[in-house]
């Protein structure tokens, strides 16, 4: 499709004869001696009479005129439009619950190496390898023990958010575990999220201590906007006492949201999460169409620098064509008996 960029600069068409109307030449006035004869000489010499006459006003002012119109195309940046490009982008956005409370201090997870350690490094483990396959999501962080906390905003910056994850300490939020609170400060924050794919992934014990708000409820309000949450227990199923794990309200938040609940203990179990999460969590896209341009504003320019060319060379041979070869010797005089001019080589 052809199309021009800034078609406004037509608007200039007239302003030649708006200047040639409002602000008219500078006239020098000189003296010239006038021949009144002198279509007679050049009739006598064998030449042509330069006359104005055979070309008017209107004749001589139509390729100037070209040449403006030309101009004026080309400052207007004439463009080709090519047919529509469709992209696809990632427009899922995903929430990581992580839990900081005293309880996550527990260590009843078998790492890589064969040694127990605490959950949150347990849980560091499991993101850290997550947040490699989610190349092109935006990601964000909440942190939560007494209350919940936005740790790093949704993002495709994952190596941020794997270092502020990488800094998070047992206890710094706080001792107790706000659970509940953690997936309505969650919920906020989807408020301004356009990605048509909402996730939450909690890593927790499950085991809610301070929430002014229960999980399970929390939870229902988030399936209302849309939300899905899939819980991840981190520890030992048979830890007992306040560092007990609660897998029933984890199966409970990740059954009103219609997601998953999925029990870490060691790196084996946290392999089929991958996989399970990686077949769930299909990458969902939305499109956007490009049309590439192609400028034309040289196409104007080089019209109107041969027209210009042209025009210099007909006037050229026009005035050489015109001009009869000059004779030698010749004499031109005044017949007495006649008046006339005569010629005398």
Known sequence: MFAFDYPWMFLLLPL??????FVPAHKTHQRAVRVPFGERIAQASGRKANSDSSSGPSQSLIIPCLLWLLALS?????QWI??????EFPTRDLLLLVDLSASMKQKDFTNQAGQKVDRLAAVKEVLGEFLERRDGDRVGLVVFGDAPYLQAPFSTDLDLSRRLLDECQVGMAGPRTAFGDAIGLGVNLFKESQAPAKTMIALTDGNDTKSQVPPIEAARIAAQQGIRIYTVAIGDATTVGEDKLDEQALRDVASATGGSYFFAADREHLQEIYAELDK???SKVKTFSHRP???????????????SLVHTAYLLLSNRSSIAPVQKNLVIRVNPDTGKLELQK
């Open 82 to 87: 090519e047919p529509p490009i469709t992209k």
């Open 74 to 78: 080309a400052l207007a940046r004439p």
């Open 16 to 21: 030649p004869w708006l200047l040639r109307a």
């Open 280 to 282: 769930i969590e299909t």
């Open 293 to 307: 341009r192609r400028q034309l504003y040289y196409l104007p320019l080089a019209a109107g620098l041969l027209l």
